[in-house]
């Protein structure tokens, strides 16, 4: 299955996609809060990690040290089915990589991660969404330009 913009997907729920779609356009437009329609993404394919990935890389983004237990909650149970050998994708674990490193603390290399993802991707909005709002984060107007 794929996305709108072509990016595989390792769900066969059209719900679920039509859900995650949402919360990517809630996250892209700053209208609203995703998470309502990212637990509806989970509870539509259980099994699908890209939901998981993009509620915690949504509460990672918004910076607040309160919200990291949450979001490496998220992570550790996507941890958990990939150590059980889930259905992700490559692109779906070049997220959870990238969404590791953000939660390491080095926005560097998640931006970096997120960039290689772009290269494999390039129509991945997600990688573009998060690549871009953490360049803003660390002022980098050059990549910020292109």
């Known amino acids: 299955m794929f996305d709108p913009r072509g990016n595989p997907v390792s769900t066969t729920s059209g719900e679920a996609l ?68 889930s259905r992700m994708n490559q692109r779906e674990r070049a997220h959870a990589a990238a969404l590791r490193t953000l939660l390491a603390g080095d926005w560097h290399g998640a931006c970096r991660d997120w960039e290689s993802l772009l290269l494999q991707h390039p129509c991945d909005a997600l990688a573009l969404q998060w690549a871009h709002l953490f360049d803003f984060y660390r002022g980098d107007a050059l990549n910020l330009r292109q």
């Open 18 to 85: 039509a859900h995650a779609e949402h919360a990517l356009w809630q996250m892209m437009s700053f209208y609203g809060t995703p998470l309502d329609a990212l637990d509806a993404a989970a509870a539509a394919d259980p099994a699908w990690a890209l939901p998981r990935l993009m509620k915690a890389g949504f509460l990672l983004s918004l910076t607040e040290p309160g919200l990291l237990g949450d979001a490496r909650a998220e992570l550790g149970m996507v941890e958990a089915a990939e150590s059980a050998g």
